[in-house]
């Protein structure tokens, strides 16, 4: 098993440029499967992820291959395997996306259901109450959802749930309509950049969807789709993580080829603690030279600050001049990363959704162990600035979400290593 080890202390400097979005890139992947002819996908970021994917796809009747320069191509060759399978599902949730596209295109799907992961629970009732709305046939069977329409029906859908919106709901069900018999409405969709990424893919293709980026998203269903050739989005969690970097180490980094406007609730935050953060040209200057201030976070969907950032600006609070408070209300049990940065030398204590953040002076660098993509970052932030050594193991966990992370990382002047461990653990 490879694990991270990182000698703390060394201030970032440099440049490090983003890479495709994960949470973009995957469903877009999902959504060649509505389409006829060759599908050309660039800026995709090279993770265990996207090779997951890939490897769904190619399991569903699709030839992929991946160019020199990272662009993948694709080509739907043959409808008649529509499963989805437990093995693949449950190592990535992303793999419900495919559901939708299937459904429309083939009239039929069966995907596992997901499992619980580090981060909570994974429901997909509004994904499943969404393609009943289009007139899906939906049944449970032995552990996998199995859905058949012979033809979708375009309608009104409420898609809001208990935590708001749902991202992959919204796209699922997006790309279900796509092919329905007439006009689909989906009222508390969800507004996260990758959301609209997924809609521009498909209008690429020769669909026509209209309000993607906002709660009110309108589809007019077409009879088919085309191929086309399309540029993935900048991955917002990977520009959110290194600005966190820069900050952590009071050091000055330059992050191109990043959108500032994905990212407005957390450079809100990070300015507010004392973060230099500033737009030059398209790029982000990131610098911090003093101990920040405490402040209050709370994560929301899109524009609100990101769940998927609350892991990373609790690393960095750890370190404040105060008591702040953390409040996750997409995943209530997301806190996986608590008890390891405590091993740090952090003081966070936790009560129910929330996490009260008692900064100190300084972080000791110890053995600790990831358990959810995000976390796994937010415990590479603490080790580049805890005193001493931090080995970091579990670190599959980052290679599902961040490319070449540690060389971004080598090459801003951290001092981080991988190794391997025959130990398994
Ligand atoms: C997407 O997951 C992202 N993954 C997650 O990123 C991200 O944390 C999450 O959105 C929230 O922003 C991908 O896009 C592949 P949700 P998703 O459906 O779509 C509840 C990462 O680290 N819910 O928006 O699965 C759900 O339990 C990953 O890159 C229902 O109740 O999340 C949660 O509390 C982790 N019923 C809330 O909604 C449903 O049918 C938001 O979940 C679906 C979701």
Redesign the pocket.
């Known amino acids: 098993m490879d694990y991270l080890v990182i000698s703390g202390g060394k201030r970032l400097r440099g440049k490090v440029e983003i890479s495709g979005a994960?949470?973009a890139a995957?469903?877009i992947m999902a959504g060649v499967l509505l389409c006829e002819g060759e599908v050309t996908l660039r800026n995709v970021p090279d993770l265990m992820d996207v090779r997951t994917m890939e490897h769904l796809l190619n399991k569903l009747g699709v030839a992929s291959r991946r160019e020199a320069d990272g662009t993948l191509k694709f080509r739907v060759e043959d409808e008649m395997n529509c499963h989805a399978d437990y093995e693949l599902v449950r190592r990535m949730?992303?793999s419900v996306?495919v559901m939708g596209p299937m459904l429309a295109k083939r009239g039929r799907a069966q995907v596992s259901m997901p499992g619980g992961c580090a981060?909570?629970?994974?429901?997909?009732?509004?994904?499943?109450s969404g393609m009943a709305n289009l007139g899906a046939d939906v049944d449970l069977v032995s552990g996998d959802v199995v859905l058949k329409a012979k033809r979708l029906t375009g309608t009104e859908i409420f898609l809001g749930?208990?935590?708001?919106?749902?991202?992959?709901?919204t796209?699922n069900v997006m790309m279900a309509a796509v092919l329905a018999e007439g006009r689909t409405i989906i009222e508390s969709a969800?507004c996260?950049p990758?959301v609209a990424d997924v809609a521009n893919f498909l209008n690429a293709c020769g669909a026509r969807i209209s309000g993607q980026g906002s709660p009110r998203i309108t589809i007019e269903g077409v009879k088919q789709l085309k191929g086309c050739d399309y540029t993935v989005i900048p991955d917002r969690?990977e520009a959110g993580t290194f600005i966190m970097a820069g900050a952590i180490t009071n050091g000055e980094v330059r992050i191109t080829n990043c959108r500032l406007e994905h990212l407005l609730a957390v450079v809100d935050r990070l300015r507010r603690i004392g973060v230099n953060i500033e737009r030059d040209g398209e790029d982000i200057l990131v610098s911090s030279s003093r101990r920040l201030d405490p402040v209050e976070v709370t994560s929301q969907?899109?524009p609100g600050f990101?769940?998927?950032l609350q892991a990373q600006i609790m690393a960095l609070l750890c370190l404040a001049d105060g008591n702040s408070i953390i409040t996750e209300k997409?995943?209530p049990d997301r806190f996986m990363h608590v008890a390891e940065l405590n091993r740090l030398g952090a003081k966070l204590h936790k009560e129910g959704p929330t996490v009260i953040v008692e900064g100190v002076k300084k972080l000791i660098g110890a053995p600790v162990m990831a358990s959810?993509?995000?976390a796994s970052a937010a415990l590479v932030l603490a080790g580049l600035v805890a005193k001493g050594e931090t080995r970091i193991n579990r670190v599959y966990h980052i290679d599902r979400?961040y490319e070449k992370f540690e060389r971004k990382l080598q090459n801003l002047g951290a001092d981080i290593e991988r190794r391997s461990d025959a130990s398994g653990e």
């Open positions: 994960k949470n995957l469903p949730r992303a996306c981060i909570g629970d994974r429901p997909i009732n509004l994904h499943l749930g208990p935590f708001g919106s749902s991202v992959t709901a796209v969800a996260e990758e969690i969907p899109y990101p769940t998927d997409i995943y959810d993509l995000r979400g």
